[in-house]
């Protein structure tokens, strides 16, 4: 079976360009989260979805940054305009929501801003 | 929001040597998860607590639910090379009629030849 799959694996670009990250569930799962890790700040939850429909969107670092989720098998997070301390590790997760089960990480996508 | 602690933040053991991570939360949990993420990669499901004293088993990986549902461990006896990365926890909450997962901020264990 597929697992989470997130594009790009890469992305290196200049300050105060537009940055879509994207990212494909793992079919039939309900949940979808956004996650950044950073040396930092360590792993931080952006925003997560259920059955399409964002239900936690605190993490989300401020007004630069927007998740969707249009359909069932397809989220992205975008950043506009990006700064360098966007820079990290974005991770995609997924997951049935029921009956805690656990969580799908993708390879995630390494962001450098110049 | 619900927050998990996590300790040691690092930890360098020598190979042999044995490995523990600890976990705490303010308020009882539903259940604990443990995820280890190699260097380079993405965090990887290991194992899920779900009850009260709850202890399960992984070859040298040892997992330990506390009584009261608000503290988690997990223990490596005679740490591998292999064992390399950050081990995170993540406490399950109930946040309205929604359940949530909260990571700890993970442990990076080295471990040296």
């Known amino acids: 079976d597929a697992g989470v799959i997130q594009s790009p694996r890469h992305e290196v670009t200049e300050m105060g360009q537009e940055v879509t990250l994207r990212c494909k569930p793992i079919s039939g799962h309900n949940s979808l989260f956004w996650y950044r890790q950073t040396m930092m700040r360590g792993l931080e939850l952006l925003i997560y979805?259920?059955?399409?429909?964002?239900?936690?969107d605190s993490g989300m670092p401020e007004d630069r940054f927007s998740a969707k989720m249009p359909n069932a098998s397809f989220s992205t997070l975008k950043i506009q305009p990006s700064e360098p301390r966007d820079s990290a590790v974005y991770f995609c997760a997924s997951h049935l929501s029921y009956s805690n089960q656990p969580q799908h990480f993708g390879d995630g996508t390494r962001l450098s801003i110049l | 929001g619900q927050q998990v602690m996590q300790i040691p933040q690092y930890q360098h053991v020598q190979e042999g040597e044995d490995f523990t991570t600890y976990c705490n939360s303010s308020?009882?949990?539903?259940?604990i998860q443990w995820y280890k993420q190699r260097p380079g990669g993405h965090p990887v499901f290991l194992i899920q607590l779900v009850k009260s004293g709850e202890v399960k088993k992984q070859k040298r990986l040892t997992f330990q639910f506390g009584e009261a549902k608000k503290n988690s461990s997990l223990h490596i006896t005679a740490t591998q090379t292999t064992d390399v990365g950050t081990y995170f926890c993540a406490g399950g909450f109930f946040s309205g009629s929604a359940r949530q997962l909260t990571f700890g901020s993970g442990t990076q264990l080295t471990v040296l030849p």
């Open positions: 308020t009882t949990l539903s259940n």
């Open positions: 979805f259920n059955n399409n429909v964002p239900i936690d």
